[in-house]
């Protein structure tokens, strides 16, 4: 592999020597070497690494050879299908609030509102605001002895009694999608408003002279220019929800009771509470492979690298 | 149920002024959703506790503005060390990461070679990757070569989050970029070098600025691979010192609200200075 793309270098190089330029063999290594050496650094070999970890008990103490008895283990365990499923729930709750959120938003603005260049750079706050912050304010807003939500529904009436949404088995999870919505709805935003952007407006003149509705005109020209972006940000926003750990980790570390325990928070306790470096690195290793058939998926259903290569 | 002639039970004018108002409610609605939070942030970090727990109520209406809960940050916890931290590692990967995406994307888009593609799904593997899948071999790593605890791991922690998109963005930008600017320069004489130096880099600013602030944003954000390479308080990011905060008895929301709105200084200032590269970046898909 390392040799036959080292010669189609060298051809490439010795194509352009012929232009008769000089330095072009050192510009070739310039351009490509940090990008090979950063590659084989930081995500070759330490994910090779973990996945031969992953093939022992107690790999860092005393390592005994256990094949893929790690593996048995963490997949025989019916706790790691609920930690799946909170994956799943979680990351299809996120992800489909944010499209919505994001989709509407980006209709509206696209409208030439008075405001919207306004509210255009306010969106960008959710997106970039770190989420320790963003955290921060929400378990401000939710919390229960001075949180101004509770006071809010208590003095409306709807509630008797303030709500811990984190620490409550039926509102963590909600909480945390809420939060999480807040943050990450811009980012489906910021791409459907550059899709829509993109529409040239003759569609939508030639549509109202010929008499289409509203309606008509979003599902025959609008819509067919959003849905490749709509697949994208639901295959990748989803992708990155289900693996999203900074934010449930810092708003109920997985509980109460692992009701928001999700398999990136799993894989951090079982690291760094438990000490276990084999079930750890066996659980990484579980949803590498999970993520390589997405991307198998998406590679074959989007052809994604023919925009570059 | 719409009709395919178009006609509707109401007039068109109505239909028209109902269009309007849902679509100024709709941006109403999602305004306030997402301005009350930095709202109360901002309220609380400026007013003293004391003022913004008079009487038992969470008081939202500055009256007094205070720099109180500053000076208690600055006083009595080590806020100042962990922002250092913050900027050595973020702008150590920021330049890096930049770095790397520039020249791979002119390589990239100026040399011909065949497994391009496979290079372009590389790529767009890791842009798809979990940051905690990837630092739990980086751990292992780190710890193997005794680096954990270190800016330079964590650098190249952040670096390898963050690369994957910057050199995907500069890719595509590189693409825009005539090569009849550079052969033009080579018919004047100038070396391949030369050119580089005077005509793609500054052609290409507008690119790779957009990739430095997704670099930025990335580091500045990041928890997850501070928390797992740093485990001496000497060495915490600011994320994950802050963090830590309100476990605290003598730190409370006042402290806490005005530590984040100190951390939302750079992105404050991008959204406000850099929103055009910003914008460029989602054309071409964004992160996390």
Known sequence: MSTALKSRLAAAGSALRERDVDGTTLLLAACFVPMLAFFVVVWVIPIVYALGMSLFASPVRNPEFVGLGNYAELLGNGAFWGFLWNSVVYAVATTGLSLVIGLGLALVINQRIRGGDALRTLMIFPYLLPTLVVIFMWKFILDPNIGILNQFLVDAGLIDKPIAFFSTLEFAMPAVVVTSVWKFASFAFFILLARLQAIDPDLYERARVEGATTWQAFRDITFPHLRGAILIILLVRGIWMFNKFDIIYLSTRGGPLQQTTTLPIRVYQLAFSEVNFGMATALAGVMFFLLAGVAVVYFRAFAPEKEVA | ?288
């Not at chain 2, 239909?15 to 305004?31: D, E, M, P």
């Not at chain 2, 605890?149 to 963050?162: D, E, G, K, R, V």
């Not at chain 2, 930025?216 to 994950?240: G, L």
Request: with cysteine; hydrophobic share 55%.
């Open chain 2, 1 to 288: 149920m719409a009709t395919s002639t178009g006609r509707s039970l109401v007039s068109h004018d109505t239909q028209k002024r109902l269009q309007r108002i849902a679509v100024y409610l709709t941006a109403l609605l999602i305004s306030v959703f997402t301005i009350i939070p930095v709202y109360v942030m901002v309220v609380i970090a400026i007013q003293s506790p004391a003022t913004t727990f008079a009487g038992g109520r969470v008081n939202l209406l500055p009256t007094q503005p205070s720099l109180r809960n500053f000076l208690v940050l600055l006083g009595s916890t080590d806020t100042v060390r962990y922002f250092v931290n913050s900027l050595v590692v973020t702008l150590g990967s920021t330049v890096l990461s930049t770095t790397i995406a520039v020249a791979a994307g002119y390589g990239l888009t100026r040399f011909d070679f065949t497994g391009k593609s496979l290079a372009a799904r590389a790529v767009l593997f890791s842009y798809m990757f979990s940051p905690i899948v990837l630092a739990i071999p980086l751990y292992v790593v780190f710890s193997t070569l005794g680096l954990l605890n270190s800016h330079f791991a964590l650098t190249l922690a952040l670096t390898a989050i963050s690369a994957p998109f910057c050199i995907w963005l500069m890719w595509q930008y590189f693409q825009t970029v005539p090569i009849a600017l550079e052969e033009s320069a080579w018919v004047r004489g100038a070396s391949r070098w030369r050119t580089v130096r005077d005509v793609v880099l500054p052609v290409a600013r507008p690119g790779y600025i957009s990739a430095a602030i997704f670099a930025f944003a990335v580091a500045w954000n990041d928890f997850t691979m501070a928390r797992v390479v740093m485990s001496r308080d000497e060495m915490y990011t600011i994320t994950v010192g802050a963090s830590l905060f309100l476990d605290r008895v003598s730190i409370g929301w006042g402290e806490t609200m005005a530590v984040s709105l100190l951390i939302s200084i750079p992105p404050f200032l991008i959204a406000l200075f850099l929103q055009r590269y910003l914008l460029q970046g989602f054309s071409v898909g964004g992160l996390e």
